[in-house]
């Protein structure tokens, strides 16, 4: 196999740079007719699927078959999530996965996953520096004839003698003149508005490194590096392995205060002191005591680093795994704090997303437990503990939040005899025409709150009923639109009232 020269790669480089530029030209073409002006649904995982193949068609394939037909099921994964609604989180993940799908294939060279990570994330900040600078390289390695004031003046007499011809077949045939006259020139001068010409410039810049790929930088080798550990480092000095005993002992015996504390009165239900509520005990741990389980995973790294005291103690592991298995129970106790507290106050986004917050350090711990025991290296935890985030915030992506804290605000409120507070109808405005889904499936027991809704949102089921564009288009709001068309406006309860 012949390798090829530097200077082969730039020559081809110089040659085959127009047709990027005409894939760059179409997918921002592409991008004004989705976006500009338009409210972004099933446009935008339209553009990213256009993007990726595009992309992956102009740009050879290095990757192994196995690796692309992974990424083809992340990548197709990703817009699925963008199908089924479009919001923050699931537009993240598809212009990551868009991303990811494009390097991964075309990566000359393996290299860790973190390294494509950066690639991607860095790829809007140095998109347009790479564009304009193999812009002003490609003027410079060519010489563009026809943009020379020669070449341009020899198109005044042709164009001018075929403007004359054309207004004459114009006066002379009705039907040219009609096309003529069909002409928008105020849509063809709303083109180059100088804020959608940004747009245009701007999204040019992000996509390029995608359309037009460099040959890649240096990977990340794939061994790790093992760093000179002969001599003692000054963390060595103060955490040593007396040090680290000292500290996981007293750490220990507080965390077990902790614990007994909360398996008595919030596990056990025994009586609090007076004047201290269970929600006012619940609420001030449950935050404290998540911050205090992520400073404790932080010194477990610590203590069991390579090469470390751990290795030189046979105190220290035991010790770490018990505090460990402490700080896990401390995190289901969080979780049984904000519970309580919720029940007494209400669900709202930011008390559910501590919900899967705490979750995820409960599964950072435990996946510090399993390196602890299966003695696995500090990359094996990035990775796990990557792919765990990822996943969740994946599955994030088809929760339907504003129904679900709905659902169990309006199922827990006063009105229909649970032990919550007062169902807010303001929040329930708040958080969108979901909320009036659940709220007009108990449309007979609280017919008053659904008539303050109607007061406070009159025009919400008459702009949920308007056609919409297509490019608005998700699975979650059609199926809401469809549950609307279906379901009659009027309760039946009063329906049947005024039979009578």
Known sequence: ??????????????????????????????????FYGWTIGISLPLFFLVLGVVAVARNPAYAPRRIQIAMSVVFTAVLIALIEDVNILSAIFGALGTGFFVMVITAQQSARWQRHLLEVVTTPFRG?????????????????????????????????ISA??????????????HGLLQIDLHAALNLLNPWRMVFWVLLAGVIWPL???RSNPRAIPQA???ADNDKPSTLDFILSASATVRSLVLFNALFALQSGLDLTYLWGGANLPDGMTLAEYAHRGAYPLIIT??????????AMRPNGPAQQSRLIRPLVLAWTGQNILLVISSILRLDLYVGVYSLTYLRLAAFIWMGLVAAGLILILIQIVLRKSNSWLLSANAATLALVLYACCFINAPW????????????????????????LGFLGPQARLVLE???????????????????????????????????????????????????????NGNKG
């Not at 304009?132 to 060519?142: A, F, N």
């Not at 679900?404 to 303001?426: F, I, S």
């Open 1 to 34: 196999m012949s390798i090829a020269t530097t200077a082969d790669i730039e020559i081809a480089r110089a040659r085959l740079l127009l047709i990027p530029l005409i894939s760059a030209a179409g997918c921002v073409a592409l991008a004004d007719f989705l």
């Open 128 to 160: 347009p520096f790479q564009f304009v600078s193999d812009l002003i390289w490609q003027m410079q390695k060519q010489d563009y004839a026809w943009l020379k004031p020669a070449a341009l003046i020899a198109w005044i007499i042709p164009l001018s």
């Open 164 to 177: 004359l011809f054309v207004w004459l077949f114009a006066s002379a045939n009705p039907l040219i003149e």
């Open 211 to 213: 359309i037009f790929r």
């Open 224 to 226: 790790e590096v093992v």
């Open 293 to 302: 389980a992520l400073l404790a995973a932080g010194f477990v790294l610590i």
């Open 404 to 427: 679900l804290v709905a659902t169990y605000n309006v199922e827990h409120c006063r009105e229909l005899g649970g032990k919550g507070p007062n169902l807010d109808v303001q929040y």
């Open 441 to 495: 499936s108990h449309r007979a027991e609280v017919p008053a709150l659904l008539s303050a809704m109607d007061r406070q949102f009159p025009d919400a089921r008459e702009a949920l009923s308007r056609p919409e564009n297509w490019r608005a288009w998700s699975f979650r709001a059609w199926r809401l639109r469809r549950y609307l068309a279906n379901t009659p406006d009027t309760p039946p309860a009063l329906s």
